[in-house]
Each structure stands twice: as C-alpha cells, then as structure tokens.
C-alpha cells in the first residue's frame, strides 16, 4: 500500500510536469551565433550530442556521389538501405522499417497504433510527449528521482504499466545518460508482453555500448520496438536517417501508413555506407571513451559541480554553485554551446549537459568552467 501511495503522489506531481512540457533542443547553432555576435565556424557545440569528428569520409564519398541520381524518387521501400541495416545487426529486412530521422517514426507509431494512454518517464526527450499528444492520446508519467539517480526500476516500471497501452523508454536516456542494463531491460520488456503493453525503446545512443541493446530480441516481439538513428555514432543529423526494428507484422503496418519517399538518395546512400566503415566506428567509440572519463575526472574537482553515471557520448550534471542560464550565456559569449536541460520535464534550473568532444575541445570548455565557478 505505501508503494502504491508513493507512485500515486508520482503521477500527480508529473502531471503537472507534462502541462509545462516544451519543445526544446540543443544544436541551434544559428540562433546562438546571432545571440552573441559569433560566426557559426567559431562556436564549439557542446549542446548537440553529435559525433565529434563529424561524418565519415565512406559517408560523405557516398552522398556525393548519389547527386547524380536526384533526378529520379527514392525507392518507396528503400529495400538497399534496410537490407544493410539488417546485416548489419544480422537479421532480416524485413524486420526493418526506415524513416525521416528516428523523430519521424517516433511521431508515426502513436498515429498508427493509437493508443488511449501512454507511459513516459520523466526526464527525458519531449518528443515522445509531442507525438502521443498529437496522435490524441494521454501521456501516463512515470517520475525518475534524482535520490535515485534517476535510474529506471524495473519493478516500479510494472506496476505502471498495468493501466496503459504504450510506453516509451529512452536506453541510454536523454538526458540524464542512466543506462538501463540490457538483463533489466528484458524484466521490463517481459513484463509489457504479461500487460499487453507495447514498449517503444529508443536506442538512439546504444551505438557506443552495442551489448547492451536489445534489437535481436525486437524481432521476435510484437509488443517491443527497438528505435535507432544515423545521428548520434555516426554523425549525420543533416540527412535525418533513422529506423525501427521489430517483428514483421508490426514492421508493415507502420510501413504501410509511412508517408512515402521519406529518405533521400544521398542520405540513403551515406547510411549504407557509414554502416561498412569500421575503422570510423571503433575510432569514435574510444575517443568518447577516453574522452568522457577524462571529462568526468576533471569536472568531479570543481565546486559546485555534481556529475552522474553516464553511458553515452555526454554527461549530466547538476549546478549548485550558479545560476544555470547565467552559466550557460556566459559559456556562450565564449562561444561553447552546452544544453540548459531546465525545458526537460522533471527537471529544475539546475541542471545542463555537455557532449563529448575532442581532447582540444573539452579542455577548452573544462577551462571555461574554471573561470566560471573557481573564486
């Protein structure tokens, strides 16, 4: 009974949570450098969790050479681009469906399944709020506690899922970076399968710790739907590639009702290619694993400076020493960018959070930090 009574005060509180939920992302690198007088080459975007090194040379090579062919519409069925994806993940295309950037499909599953209610965790990305909202359905939400670390408990999760008919979940999540490991992930999934609940997991940071994905058990599930993107790993937010994998049935209804043409012929070329391109792939993954832990050691000394567990390509952090947009126009007015997370639901001024950048980089901003908070 107490449990139930804390989850209750939960879902109050995040009711109110979801009546504030705004439509804010980092990466505006545009809007900023008018802001503070900065030509956009000069600003170091630590606000958009973007591989570092930018895209692939086998990415790039490819896009330009698929200008050639933008006489002609893109395959309906993009039957290349999931074919690649498949071997790549070693399954078969058609448990694949792709789309204009993994937001697209984000907004497409609520459309097609409607359902009347939908769980979501908060903090994390608002656009999963956007999409049941709009396809008419009633966002469910599920509080994460800092005192906790914001981490996602599997037996809470269950109970919450008795009364709804979705549920989304971000693994790595957005933005605290808290990673749900993959034998609790499937206590969850298996208990969305016992409530006849469809999960939407979006992996779209899984990229940098593969082994804790579960796509291969996406294909076998009908009420699991694994998202993933060509953004974070490999760098192409500009080409908007994402995908979902999950069982055929559900694959071709969401096809079926996919507005056509949604991916372009370079971006479909650059993705085929990028997915062959090892050498970048393992390149990027040690960087940010080299880069992170560095980041975390040199920030964990500051004052005023609280810092969590992080398995994606930036790290969460709590300011108690200054002001949050303080902070971050005077990091701006250097011309760093870092994501002010106070437009997260469930989040309060205090918090922001920094990708992972090159070595140069992130010295330069650990040093900014230092001007700032050390007195």
């Given at each position: 009974?107490?449990?139930?009574?804390?989850?209750?005060?939960?879902?109050?509180?995040?009711g109110?949570?979801?009546?504030k939920?705004?439509?804010t992302?980092?990466g505006?690198i545009?809007?900023?450098?008018k802001?503070y007088?900065?030509?956009?080459?000069?600003?170091?975007?630590?606000?958009s969790?973007?591989?570092?090194?930018?895209p692939?040379s086998?990415?790039?090579?490819?896009?330009?050479?698929?200008?050639?062919?933008i006489?002609?519409?893109?395959?309906p069925?993009?039957?290349?681009?999931?074919?690649?994806?498949?071997r790549y993940?070693?399954i078969?295309?058609?448990?694949v469906?792709?789309?204009?950037?993994?937001?697209?499909i984000?907004?497409?599953?609520?459309?097609?399944?409607r359902?009347k209610?939908?769980?979501?965790?908060?903090?994390?990305?608002t656009e999963?709020?956007a999409?049941?909202?709009?396809?008419?359905?009633?966002?469910?939400p599920?509080?994460?506690?800092?005192?906790?670390g914001?981490?996602?408990d599997?037996?809470e999760?269950?109970?919450?899922?008795k009364?709804?008919?979705?549920a989304?979940?971000?693994?790595?999540?957005?933005p605290?970076?808290?990673?749900?490991?993959?034998?609790?992930?499937?206590?969850?999934?298996?208990?969305?399968r016992?409530?006849g609940?469809?999960?939407v997991?979006?992996?779209?940071f899984?990229?940098?710790?593969?082994s804790?994905?579960?796509i291969?058990e996406?294909?076998?599930?009908?009420?699991?739907?694994?998202?993933?993107?060509?953004t974070?790993l490999?760098?192409?937010?500009?080409?908007?590639?994402?995908?979902?994998?999950s069982d055929?049935?559900?694959i071709?209804?969401?096809?079926?009702?996919?507005?056509?043409?949604?991916?372009?012929?370079?971006?479909?070329?650059?993705?085929i290619?990028?997915?062959?391109?090892?050498?970048?792939?393992s390149?990027?993954?040690r960087?940010?694993?080299?880069?992170?832990s560095?980041l975390?050691?040199a920030?964990?000394?500051?004052?005023?400076?609280?810092?969590?567990?992080?398995a994606?390509?930036?790290?969460?952090i709590?300011?108690?020493?200054?002001?949050?947009p303080?902070?971050?126009?005077?990091?701006?007015?250097r011309?760093?960018?870092?994501?002010?997370?106070?437009?997260?639901?469930?989040?309060?001024?205090?918090?922001?959070?920094i990708a992972?950048?090159?070595?140069?980089?992130n010295?330069r901003?650990?040093?900014?930090?230092?001007?700032?908070?050390?007195?």
């Open positions: 009974m107490q449990n139930a009574e804390i989850y209750l005060d939960k879902m109050a509180r995040g109110e949570i979801v009546q939920t705004t439509r992302h980092g505006n545009y809007a900023a450098a802001r007088g900065l030509e956009e080459k000069n600003i170091i975007d630590f606000s969790n973007v591989n570092p090194f930018g692939s086998a990415a790039k090579r490819a896009a330009k050479k698929a200008l050639s062919f006489d002609r519409y893109p395959d069925d993009m039957r290349q681009l999931r074919t690649a994806i498949a993940f070693g078969k295309p058609g448990h469906m792709c789309g204009n950037g993994s937001n697209g984000i907004h497409l599953i609520p459309r097609v399944f359902p209610k939908v769980l979501i965790p908060f903090p994390t990305f999963y709020i999409a049941v909202q709009d396809a008419g359905g009633e966002v469910v599920f509080p994460l506690l800092e005192r906790a914001f981490r996602v599997p037996l999760m269950s109970f919450a899922l009364d709804v008919d979705m989304f979940l971000c693994n790595p999540n957005n605290t970076g808290q990673l749900i490991p993959k034998a609790e992930m499937l206590e969850i999934v298996q208990f969305a016992q409530h609940v469809r999960l997991v979006d992996e779209a899984m990229d940098f710790i593969e804790e994905s579960i291969k996406a294909v076998e599930s009908s009420h699991l739907i694994c998202l993933r993107a060509f974070k490999f760098g192409m937010p500009g080409l908007r590639i994402g995908y979902a994998v055929e049935t559900t071709a209804a969401l096809r079926e009702r996919q507005e056509p043409w949604t991916v372009s012929i370079p971006a479909e070329q650059a993705a290619a990028v997915l062959g391109h090892w050498t970048y792939i390149k990027t993954r960087l940010i694993e080299k880069e992170r560095r975390l050691s920030l964990r000394i500051l004052p005023g400076v609280e810092t969590f567990p992080c994606a390509n930036f790290i969460f709590k300011l108690t020493s200054m002001d949050v303080m902070f971050v126009d005077k990091l701006g007015e011309g760093m960018l870092v994501r002010d997370c106070s437009s997260f639901p469930g989040l309060d001024r205090s918090y922001i959070r992972v950048r090159t070595g140069r980089e010295k901003l650990i040093k900014a930090f230092r001007e700032l908070l050390v007195r």
